[in-house]
């Protein structure tokens, strides 16, 4: 099949760069956004989103004609969401996917299908949600034949693939990495997997859509269990005095160990959602997943309790001071190192809370933002590292971000000091 323009629903952290990319194969991208000003920035080929060389690839793709981004989806050969996949509620203490942005996407689509269209989800999903999405665009679009019904000869062709980069090198691991595909047909996946060998020089992998969706979850759950023992390892090793740091080097030496870094927890949009998906459908079964959420989840409150040990800590060597006249200074927002991206990020949640119950000065900062969240951490001071080691008198370090490697654990020794990312207590 043959692909002339693709419309990218969706120009968040993925879909942009992935629109970008597409674009520069010399293939018509419209791109789709609700949000407006995202839609004028790309337009005068700029990006709204921190991402290392994407503001090239955008320029140059606006500029050349083969990306122009718009707020109502266009006709096009093939169709792809990119749009977030939130939780709704909680049932019991598993959380419960909320697939309200994936079904807007797939209603806004469906007026302007046509024989022969192909619709890939990208968005990390539970397993049946590409069945879902055919569903949908069924209901509306009762002209035309979905697999669900017709099989291989169906109208349009239903896919999966979820991406599979890392914030940060998102425009090269777009291109590099292999892809999973799975298609609710064969013919679907072998169609999905030749609009994605346009752009992807790894390997395009197909399988079923339900084994794609779980693939997906399934990735980003081993990681969050390998992160789970991590820091858990780490809240053993402050109760028994021992150098966490120190430890895991030292255990990682054996050939077949390699135990990951602990942290206040787990944030993105990937690893701390992904796994609730399958607690959400599994949750008799998911018992290991489970845990690890529920360990990584209550991380943060654990990094809470030793500011307040810390700043408890600084008033016993300071008598003639008061908790008000303690400034906690809060190193780094984001969900990890050297990204704006702010979405789930534990560090963001724990400078909240302390702001909340800290009733002196609060200062936070965080190199890759020039200005505070819309509605968080107001009366907080951004500032930057310099400043915080100055005038904090308790260091809460909550994200490695290569910036903060230059303080050097001598110049904060006077500090009462709370690493949860080792930059200090590792030197």
Not at 96 to 103: H, Q, S
Not at 218 to 239: G, P
């Given at each position: 099949m043959?692909?002339n323009?693709?419309?990218?629903v969706g ?18 991208v419209?791109?789709v ?8 920035t790309?337009?005068r ?5 921190v ?11 606006v ?18 969401i ?13 959380r ?8 807007a996407a ?27 999405v ?12 979905f ?6 000869s ?24 292999d ?26 992998i ?71 998906f ?12 489970r845990?690890?959420r ?9 990094v ?32 990890k190192p ?25 200062v ?6 020039s ?25 809460i ?6 910036a ?5 654990k ?18």
């Open positions: 043959t692909f323009t693709i419309c990218m120009l968040g952290y993925i879909g942009l760069p992935t629109a970008a990319v597409i674009a520069s194969r010399r293939k018509k419209i791109g956004d609700v949000n407006p000003v995202a839609v004028e790309i337009n080929g700029e990006i709204h989103i991402e290392p060389e994407l503001d090239i690839v955008v320029h140059a793709a500029t050349e004609g083969y990306l122009r981004a718009t707020t109502s989806p266009e006709p096009a050969d093939a169709f792809l990119a749009v977030p996949t939130p939780f709704k509620s909680e049932s019991g203490n598993a419960v996917p909320d697939l309200t942005y994936i079904e797939s209603k806004a689509i469906a007026p302007i299908l046509e024989k022969g269209n192909l619709v890939v989800l990208e968005s990390t999903s539970p397993v049946g949600t590409t069945e879902q055919a569903q949908w665009l069924a209901e509306a679009r009762p002209d035309l034949t697999p669900q019904t017709h099989g291989e169906s109208d349009i062709r239903v896919a999966h693939c979820p991406e599979r980069v890392l914030p940060g090198h998102v425009v090269r691991e777009l291109v590099e990495n892809r999973v595909i799975g298609g609710m047909t064969d013919k679907c996946s072998e169609v999905a997997a030749s609009l994605y060998k346009i752009f992807v020089e790894g390997e395009c197909t399988t079923t859509a339900r084994t794609a969706e779980m693939a997906k979850l399934t990735e980003n759950s081993f990681r969050d269990v390998n992160i789970a023992f991590a820091n858990e390892l780490s809240i053993i090793c402050d109760k028994l005095d021992i150098n966490v740091w120190e430890l895991i080097r030292l255990a990682n030496r054996h050939p077949r160990v390699n135990i990951l870094q602990p942290g206040p927890g787990v944030g993105g949009h990937c690893i701390a959602v992904d796994p609730w399958i607690v959400s459908q599994t949750p008799d079964e998911a018992r290991l997943i845990t690890a529920e360990v990584n989840d209550s991380k943060p409150e654990w809470l309790e030793k500011v307040q040990q810390a700043v408890g800590q600084f008033l016993m060597a300071n008598p003639d001071k008061t908790a008000r006249d303690v400034t906690i200074a809060c190193f780094g927002l984001a969900f050297d990204i704006d991206d702010l979405r789930e990020s534990p560090a963001l949640k724990i400078a909240e809370s302390v702001l909340a119950a800290h009733v002196g000065k609060v936070v900062v965080e190199p890759n933002i200005v505070m969240p819309a509605g968080k951490l107001e009366g907080a001071e951004l500032v930057d590292a310099d400043a915080a080691t100055a005038v904090g008198d308790v260091l370090m909550l994200v490695d971000h290569k903060f490697n230059t303080i050097s001598a110049a904060v020794a006077t500090r009462e000091i709370v690493d949860c990312r080792g930059v200090w207590d590792n030197q």
